[in-house]
């Protein structure tokens, strides 16, 4: 199991940008992929982003790709979400998820990740 810790959530204009950290603690020599999910008040919780621990692949989703990017620092177990060009329907709780069972290509469903953080608010005005 491992522990995940969200921050740099806040309130932003359209336009504008904001990263997230997710930092992981406990087993992480068990990471096999993390990702990023957001939901908005009155929706389901959906995908955003992956990562591949090891090698790096990352994957989006349609809604954010070219102005999102994920990325990992492998030496201080945290993965990072670059937020560019933000719109106010980015407005969301953001959550950080880890894989520690098996190794599987893209991460992207709720499924495939076994912990999950505590979420961190962004918000964005028009």
């Known amino acids: 199991q491992v522990q995940l810790v969200e921050s740099g959530g806040g309130l932003v204009q359209a336009g504008g940008s904001l990263r997230l950290s997710c930092a992981a603690s406990?087993?992480?020599?068990?990471?096999?992929?993390m990702g990023w999910f957001r939901q908005a008040p009155g929706k389901e919780r959906e995908f955003v982003a992956t990562?591949?621990?090891?090698?790096?692949?990352?994957y989006y989703a349609d809604s954010v790709k070219g102005r999102f990017t994920i990325s990992r620092d492998y030496a201080k177990n945290t993965v990072y979400l670059q937020m560019n060009s933000l719109k106010p329907e980015d407005t969301a709780v953001y959550f950080c998820?880890?894989?520690?069972?098996?190794?599987?290509?893209?991460?992207?469903?709720?499924?495939?990740?076994?912990?999950w953080g505590q979420g961190t608010q962004v918000t964005v005005s028009s």
């Open positions: 406990g087993r992480t020599f068990r990471l096999y992929n």
């Open positions: 998820a880890a894989r520690t069972t098996a190794y599987i290509a893209y991460a992207r469903n709720q499924g495939d990740f076994g912990s």
């Open positions: 990562v591949n621990w090891s090698g790096g692949n990352t």
